[in-house]
């Protein structure tokens, strides 16, 4: 059963930065501006490197403040607020190349700040040791690995807090990637944040190629366009809300009670073994993860 939040009047209003507000940071604008918290837009902030695109936010996010810099006293008050009890939390989405230098330009602030900012990270293969290396001692950092769909409040969210942040912050955290992301898991080990990168983070583009290359078989054989889409974007929707309905059955019994025997469905997943579709799929979320574990491995801290 898909949840949503739906009491929200005890949700504290927090201060929230999006840096780096590409793809990945306007979808997760855009969920939370759409999700029942009720957020209030004049404390969110979103940030972008060139002119050019901060212009194209603040057309489509009217409501909210966008900057080049990260020490635009936007992000940073010096008034104490009544927001500032629920805190500031300050997501870092920009490729993993650039994490360094947004670090880098936020520590002073970070610093002069009466309470740290939990900065939260979305970016593969950067560790929580390496972010401690570029940030002020004592900054409470979240990496975090959602995908998508939180545009439209559907995403799949892995969390991996450091010791610093308290069960108060990974409880506001975890609300507000709840409003965007109907599964939100805190993982064991930061590794497995990889993995899931690798899974779910990934996810929605493994989807999109399988339904791109249906509906496009579909029109060979000659549905049209428009229908085929929806056919197979609804089998989509309709086949992960049934699984995530009945947890206790097997996505192995879920596809048997589809593939009736000598049927004509069975027929066609023969066909998709014999092309090695299963080892074509382990190798992928394999290359995906090697490549998510070496990315931050171009970035260096100032000690470790
Ligand atoms: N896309 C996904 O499905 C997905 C899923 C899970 C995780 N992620 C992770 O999320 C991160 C972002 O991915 P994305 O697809 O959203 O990338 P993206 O579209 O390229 O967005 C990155 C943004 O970072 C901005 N940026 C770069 N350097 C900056 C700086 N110094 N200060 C402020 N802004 C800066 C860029 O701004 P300009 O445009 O102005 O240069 C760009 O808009 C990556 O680490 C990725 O691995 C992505």
């Known amino acids: 059963m898909i949840h949503k939040i739906s009491h929200t009047s005890d949700y504290p209003s927090p201060r929230i930065t999006i840096a780096g507000c590409g793809v990945l940071g306007k979808g997760i604008a855009t969920g939370l501006l759409a999700s029942p918290l009720n957020l209030d837009p004049s404390k969110i902030s979103l940030t972008v490197r060139r002119e050019q695109h901060a212009r194209c936010l603040r057309e489509e996010f009217p409501g909210l403040a966008v900057t080049l810099d990260h020490g635009d006293p936007v992000l940073w008050p010096a008034e104490a607020t009544d927001d500032d009890e629920a805190g500031h939390f300050f997501f870092i989405v920009t490729k993993p190349q650039h994490v360094q230098l947004v670090c880098a ?16 990270t979305l970016c593969p293969g950067i560790t929580i040791a390496q972010l401690q290396d570029w940030l002020p001692t004592g900054t409470p950092i979240v990496r975090s690995m959602p995908n998508t769909p939180v545009m439209v409040c559907q995403g799949a969210t892995g969390l991996f807090p450091s010791p610093l942040v308290s069960p108060g912050q990974l409880s506001i955290l975890t609300r507000m990637f709840e409003a965007i992301s109907p599964s939100v898991v805190t993982l ?52 992960g809300a049934f699984a995530r309905e009945i947890p206790s059955v097997s996505l192995a019994q879920l596809r048997n009670d589809v593939c009736v025997p000598g049927g004509s469905t069975e027929k066609a997943m023969n066909v998709l073994d014999a092309h090695g579709w299963q080892r074509g799929v382990k190798e992928a979320i394999t290359a995906s993860l090697t490549a998510n574990r070496s990315m931050g491995q171009g970035t260096t801290g100032r000690s470790r």
Not at 105 to 120: C, L
Not at 196 to 217: K, N
């Open 105 to 120: 330009d936020i520590s002073p602030h970070i610093q002069a700040s009466r309470t740290p900012p939990v900065v939260i």
């Open 188 to 239: 064991a080990h930061e590794d497995q944040l990889n993995v899931v990168a690798a899974i779910s983070g990934s996810a929605p583009a493994y989807f999109y190629r399988l339904m791109d290359h249906m509906v496009a078989t579909g029109i060979s054989l000659g549905l049209p366009e428009s229908l085929a889409r929806d056919l197979i974007t609804q089998s989509c929707i309709g086949s």
